[in-house]
């Protein structure tokens, strides 16, 4: 059974870092599309971030392209988020994410959210001003 558990959220003032992780279990995490999304109150679900590690692949949405990486750890099975240089309205949930469909390594680029079948229950990060 796949599941997803994210680690790493906080309270930071603006212009701190933090680092999420999302740690895998039930799936090999190396050879699919991962990603990070966020959601703040009263707005939709954003995707932030996706790699596909085994075609050298990131895309990132232009508000944190710059201020966010995205990587994995093959060996631990984890997908990671460092964030830097954090803002005010980056504050929000943050969900990991998995796409381990047969075609995921095809459509990542898209960061679509009906793509990603398996999600995490989710890390607050609070950015104050």
């Known amino acids: 059974q796949v599941q997803l558990v994210e680690s790493g959220g906080g309270s930071v003032q603006a212009g701190g870092s933090l680092r999420l992780s999302c740690a895998a279990s039930g799936v090999d995490y190396s050879t699919y599309c991962k990603g990070w999304f966020r959601q703040a109150p009263g707005k939709e679900r954003e995707a932030v971030a996706a790699?596909?590690?085994?075609?050298?692949?990131?895309t990132y949405a232009d508000s944190v392209k710059g201020r966010f990486t995205i990587s994995q750890d093959n060996g631990k099975n984890t997908m990671y988020l460092q964030m830097n240089s954090l803002k005010p309205e980056d504050t929000a949930m943050y969900y990991c994410?998995?796409?381990?469909?047969?075609?995921?390594?095809?459509?990542?680029?898209?960061?679509?959210?009906?793509?990603?079948?398996?999600w995490g229950q989710g890390t607050q990060v609070t950015v104050s001003s």
């Open positions: 994410a998995a796409d381990l469909g047969s075609w995921a390594w095809m459509r990542c680029w898209r960061r679509r959210e009906a793509d990603f079948a398996y």
């Open positions: 790699i596909y590690t085994g075609g050298g692949f990131t």
